[in-house]
């Protein structure tokens, strides 16, 4: 897969997100002890194997390295809807890459625009010169601005 993503950054960021997701609450609530740097130290292990997986030449443990990574940093009864900055972030163009939206297959253009990394307006134009598809309820599909990020980046 060609993308502006390294494999050091998006481990460096999986391990960011872990952290602060899920092992910093742990030590909250938990203490500090030698449980805890273990599992640190497993945490930057596991990233740089999730990095591969994401990055490597298998679309079925990609996507689901993804939607697992996504569903566990980001749990929410609502609908997942990260600010347009997560989407210019490794995991977030990983994600839009190999998966578009992982809950959504509606797209605002303003969110279709942060994974494409342009404009509302630009979005716009792609969708009036037939390059994104629009959906039935409103926006583009997020297979389409999937596919037009593997047309820019196969």
Do not use: C
Not at 63 to 79: E, H, K, N, Q
């Amino acid at each position: 897969m060609t993308l502006a993503v390294t494999e050091e950054a998006l481990a460096r960021q999986l391990v960011q997100l872990v952290t602060g997701h899920l092992l910093d609450p742990l030590e909250i609530l938990l203490g500090t002890d030698w449980t805890l740097t273990k599992l640190e130290r497993k945490a930057g292990e596991r990233a740089e194997v999730w990095a591969r997986d994401l990055l490597g030449p298998d679309q079925e443990v990609a996507t689901r390295t993804a939607m697992r990574l996504v569903a566990t940093l980001y749990p929410s009864d609502g609908p997942f809807d990260p600010p347009a900055a997560w989407w210019q972030a490794p995991l977030g163009q990983v994600v839009a890459h190999r998966i578009g939206h992982p809950t959504a297959n509606g797209l605002s253009y303003s969110t279709a625009g942060a994974m494409l990394g342009i404009s509302k307006q630009g979005v716009y134009d792609l969708v009036s010169r037939g390059k994104l598809v629009r959906h039935a309820d409103g926006g583009v599909t997020s297979e389409s601005v999937r596919l037009r990020l593997h047309q820019r980046n196969p």
